[in-house]
């Protein structure tokens, strides 16, 4: 399987500061996404980078992909209590571009 | 209002029962999964379908089933093989290959 495993599980981090989630996958993909996650409700895509791709931004977010290393990070810069959710990253497999494996997540706690 | 619609949003089921979730896309996607999430962790594939007529199985198929005999539904039937159901079930779509997913708000199967 090539399921991203993410770390930290859980951080929990004062408002304006960053945050930084890892992600590490196993096999090779196309593209790796990021998406966020309210308890008890569906999940929100917030950003995707290619695999020939090594950073990207979106607003106050920041992600980077090592193929190398298969290994991807998401920084959010300066926090906000209404960042406080959990985030996942999802991987494709270079044999299937639409089988779509997520990570565990990390719960990501913003104090006022 | 474009999206996807599950229901219901809470289903119980009763020992040896089979049950349906329902999952209607109108985003003309051609690509339509099933997630289980077990509290506290991250999404596992069920199925997935590329197209309509067509699924794969994902990681956790047993005890699950589906059909996609049209491309804006993707139901799944959770069999009375599946010893151990409850949890949080994701519908999701997308478009095209190394596209984001759009997900549904999700069904709570439980046990009685």
């Known amino acids: 399987s090539q399921q991203g495993e993410e770390d930290p599980q859980a951080l929990s981090i004062q408002e304006g500061e960053n945050a930084t989630m890892n992600c590490s996958y196993k096999?090779?993909?196309?593209?790796l996404q990021w998406y966020r996650q309210n308890s008890g409700r569906g999940l929100v895509h917030l950003i995707l980078?290619?695999?020939?791709?090594r950073e990207k931004h979106s607003g106050r977010l920041r992600v980077t992909l090592d193929t190398s290393k298969k290994s991807s990070s998401l920084l959010i810069t300066a926090s906000r209590a209404a960042d406080t959710s959990s985030y996942f990253c999802?991987?494709?497999?270079?044999?299937?571009?639409?089988?779509?494996?997520f990570g565990s997540g990390t719960r990501l706690l913003v104090r006022p | 209002d474009g999206g996807i619609t599950q229901s219901p949003k809470y289903l119980f089921r009763k020992e040896g029962q089979n049950v349906t979730l329902s999952c209607e896309q109108n985003l003309n996607h051609d690509a339509m999964y099933w997630y289980r999430q077990d509290p506290g962790q991250g999404l596992r594939l069920i199925y997935y379908?590329?197209?309509?007529?067509?699924?794969q199985k994902g990681d956790i198929a047993e005890g699950y089933s589906v059909s996609r005999e049209k491309k804006e539904s993707f139901p799944l039937t959770v069999t009375s093989a599946q010893k151990n159901p409850t949890a949080f079930y994701l519908c999701a779509s997308m478009g095209r290959t190394n596209e984001k997913l759009f997900f549904g708000s999700g069904t709570q199967l439980s046990v009685l």
């Open positions: 379908s590329q197209i309509v007529n067509d699924f």
């Open positions: 980078i290619r695999s020939n791709e």
């Open positions: 999802a991987t494709d497999g270079s044999d299937s571009s639409y089988k779509l494996i």
């Open positions: 096999t090779s993909i196309n593209n």
